[in-house]
């Protein structure tokens, strides 16, 4: 990208032309979004802020990356261009890391903030994961919080937002990058400070739900809402979720906020807010996914892994459907399973045959919602087992533990398919993950209807978890589907997906602050 074409980009009111634009379409890996951020900022590094750190402390000089592609894009990046990154803890260690780059590669710094665990558990049981995520996951009944939650959760906020302002005085970032439910308010407690700021960006990871009418709108929300106001732009996964949050702006702001289809304004107390809530569907590296599914090595070891877990091809002679995602409610593992046992009872000829394979890690065990869940889904499967059990076969196999994406892409390409069940998921990269993993080949993916996945591209097969039955005629229908016609699919699916990358996500959410901030300054950036 040129200076020149950054100019041509710099239209505040055109959001096709900036995301749509060639020079960020092409992207295709990490060494187009280095050059991409090199030249839309120059050498100012990025402040990336998560709950979560992106490396696990493992000793002295020793650190591992956790699973999950996004965090590592951005890990990615921050190692190439130098960077800041602010994260609460969850790993030993000191409390600032050099992140070492490749050899010639600067790194970045982590800071690792500690907080004390009784704060820690009303900031991420309590209001995160008590109250935002199952009421962002339409699951009202499962929320559990207290006023004194929310009282951490703003606390936690105001903590991080203090160590961004500290870090301010050490040097200047391009902008400031902060992520999903957890960090709301960061932003907001940022602004009291009355500093001068860079940019402030925002992405929600999650579903927006439509706008509370019974009852009103929680005094909660209203607070949430706000605060995403601070920020200078909010991405979101979908356009149903951003325009589910303007209704919420509009519910709770009415005639003083208005939205002319690419900057949202809303007149607060300190003066009018404008703010650019923007459509991201985030993605994956697809060729990434591609390559590990194909290695001959990796591809060996899932078939030693599989046999150990008697899904080999003698054991379970149909194979086996996949499933890979932490033990979450709303993943909706009691709806795969009975969509399972549909199956077996549109086709009993699968019975003894046909596995479904589920990978499922368990996660939040500190919030009582996700125990009662775990056990709910492990003696739902136990009794699936006991009933169709045959021999060494097993209708159910599950694995409760991460695995390494090395062995996730060959686990995927040897399936018979791919379930995804989510009742509701902002976006689902396990999906896309399975698409390039296939590499064009023939086994089905059948996605919830309700995954952002599912809105944002064509084509897929779709189930639903609220009608199990209909979703076991769906996934019957496409296991016996001519598989040239599913490659087909793929092949298709695996091409948006290569022009749809994490690499072009990350640069569309970063290029409109970027230009802002450069067209402020009254200068571009240099490339460095
Ligand atoms: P998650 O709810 O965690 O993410 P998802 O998008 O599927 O859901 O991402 C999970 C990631 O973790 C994938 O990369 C997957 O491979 C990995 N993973 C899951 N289970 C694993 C296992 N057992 N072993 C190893 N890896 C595993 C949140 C939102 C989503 C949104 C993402 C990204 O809830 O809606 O898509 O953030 O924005």
């Not at 009291?192 to 009103?216: C, D, K, Q, Y």
Request: net charge neutral; charged share 25%; with cysteine.
């Amino acid at each position: 990208m040129t200076p020149s074409s950054l100019a041509l980009l710099d239209d505040p009111h055109s959001a096709d032309n900036l995301s749509g634009s060639p020079d960020i379409a092409g992207l295709r890996g990490p060494e187009d979004l280095v050059r991409f951020y090199r030249e839309a900022a120059g050498t100012a590094p990025l402040l990336v802020v998560t709950n979560r750190e992106p490396v696990v402390w493992k000793g002295e000089g020793c650190l591992s990356l956790p699973p999950g592609g996004v965090s590592q894009t951005i890990h990615r990046l921050l190692s190439r261009t130098g960077g800041r990154w602010i994260a609460l803890r969850d790993s030993g260690g000191p409390d600032g890391l050099r992140v070492p780059g490749d050899e010639g590669d600067p790194g970045y710094r982590l800071d690792r903030m500690e907080i004390p665990p009784a704060l820690m558990e009303g900031h991420y049981a309590g209001f995160s994961n008590g109250v935002l995520w199952p009421f962002f996951h339409d699951e009202p009944s499962r929320i559990s919080g207290s006023v004194e939650d929310l009282v951490a959760y703003r606390e936690v906020n105001r903590r991080v937002a203090a160590r961004v302002l500290e870090s301010l005085r050490e040097s200047s970032p391009s902008l400031v990058w902060v992520h999903d439910y957890q960090m709301a308010l960061v932003g907001r407690e940022m602004r009291r400070s009355g500093s001068a700021l860079p940019p402030l960006a925002f992405f929600w990871h999650i579903p927006w739900v439509e706008t509370p009418v019974s009852g009103g709108i929680p005094r909660w929300l209203g607070e949430i809402v706000t605060g995403l106001l601070s920020y200078d732009q909010v991405g979101f996964q979908t356009e149903l979720y951003r325009d589910r949050f303007l209704e919420t702006v509009f519910a709770l702001f009415g005639s003083r906020a208005s939205w002319d289809g690419e900057t949202l304004s809303v007149a607060m107390e300190g003066g009018i807010r404008r703010i650019h809530p923007g459509v991201f569907p985030i993605s994956i590296d697809p060729d990434h996914f591609r390559m590990m599914a194909r290695d001959p090595a990796n591809t060996l070891r899932a078939r030693l892994f599989l046999s150990d877990l008697g899904l080999d091809e003698k054991r379970a002679p149909g194979g086996y459907l996949i499933s890979v995602d932490r033990l979450d409610y709303s993943k909706g593992f009691l709806e795969r399973l009975d969509m399972l046992e549909a199956l077996y009872a549109l086709d009993p000829s699968r019975l003894g045959r046909l596995s479904l394979l589920q990978v499922a890690p368990s996660t939040r065990l500190s919030v009582d919602a996700y125990r009662r869940y775990a056990e709910a889904a492990e003696s739902r499967a136990a009794e699936l087992n006991r009933r169709y059990a045959k021999g060494d076969w097993r209708p159910v196999v599950t694995v409760s533990r991460s695995l390494d994406p090395s062995l996730l892409a060959p686990l995927y390409n040897l399936s018979r398919g791919c379930l995804v069940t989510a009742t509701r998921d902002g976006m689902n990269l396990v999906a896309k993950e399975f698409l390039a993993s296939q590499d064009g080949g023939g086994s089905p993916l059948f996605v919830s209807r309700h995954t952002g996945t599912a809105m944002t591209m064509e084509g897929l097969s779709l189930v639903d978890p609220a009608d199990p039955a209909l979703s076991a005629r769906m996934i019957h229908e496409g296991l016996i589907l001519d598989p040239r016609r599913v490659e087909k699919k793929n092949r298709e699916a695996l091409a948006f997906l290569r022009e749809h990358n994490v690499y072009r996500w990350m640069a569309s959410n970063l290029v409109r602050p970027l230009l802002s901030a450069s067209s402020r300054s009254g200068t571009l950036a240099r490339p460095a």
